[in-house]
């Protein structure tokens, strides 16, 4: 179990974290009911997760294929949650970014999209393209102002944040305004949107693009997200991701 949450549970029973160590306060956000939100890597049975509802927990999602949970559960049950057979670790939710500022390149100018679209007769028509962000907030609004036209949104998969799919989803509706759109949301963990990027691509998507990533992601393997990547390319699908504020001229990225 991380350290920060065998830290909150200490100061939850009044006992000391460590020696010396009395006025440190753990980064754990807890709800008001008392629970926090976990990830748990495990063996996903339906034993263990009726022990997470039993225990006062909700699953809030669960992907048997990347051994992945994530659950809302009270801060005293998550010792006797980390001692059942299934659990390997439990951490705190990891915590979704995105890559995009507060202002939106010029891409259609930037890329040349516009000549293209003139010299070679195409606007996209008969592709595909999948947007992975945080949410489609907005999109209505970007509708009705002729922004943007249908987008098929992935049953459930709308998601909640500032509406940055709905951006992103502007942005290429001006570069290829007749391909056809579909969005899923990043946000739910690592394995949400692992899933949701093998659904985009079981539903036709040629290309796929995201600006969304989580900080505990491993640079040294391929991990749940990096791994669903794979799949897809392997498939025949073009898959883009934002490098954001990462590049390093040191490795040519």
């Not at 705190?92 to 970014?97: K, L, N, T």
Request: glycine residues 12%; negative net charge.
């Amino acid at each position: 179990m991380e350290s920060q949450l065998i830290h909150a549970l200490k100061i939850h029973r009044h006992q000391p974290f460590a020696s010396g160590l009395t006025g440190l306060e753990p980064d754990v956000a807890l709800e008001p009911d008392g629970r926090v939100l976990v990830d748990l890597k495990a063996t996903v049975t339906p034993a263990l997760l009726q022990r997470i509802n039993e225990g006062g927990g909700q699953v809030t999602s669960s992907f048997a294929q990347f051994n992945a949970i994530r659950a809302l559960v009270p801060l005293h049950q998550l010792e006797r949650l980390a001692a059942a057979r299934e659990v390997r670790f439990i951490s705190r939710a990891a915590v979704a970014i995105t890559d995009t500022g507060s202002v939106n390149s010029q891409g259609d100018v930037t890329h040349m999209a516009s000549a293209a679209r003139t010299g070679f007769g195409i606007a996209g028509a008969g592709v595909k393209v999948g947007v992975v962000s945080d949410s489609v907030d907005y999109l209505a609004n970007s509708q009705a102002s002729g922004d943007l036209d249908g987008v098929t949104v992935l049953a459930g998969q709308g998601g909640f944040g500032t509406g940055e799919g709905t951006a992103m989803l502007e942005i290429i509706h001006d570069l290829a305004p007749t391909a056809q759109l579909f969005f899923a949301t990043g946000s739910g963990g690592a394995a949400s949107l692992a899933q949701n990027i093998l659904n985009l691509r079981s539903n036709g998507c040629d290309i796929i693009v995201d600006d969304f990533r989580y900080a505990n992601e491993s640079p040294l393997q391929d991990g749940t997200i990096a791994q669903a990547v794979n799949t897809v390319t392997a498939g025949g699908a073009l898959y883009f991701a934002s490098a954001g504020n990462g590049g390093n001229l040191d490795a040519g990225a």
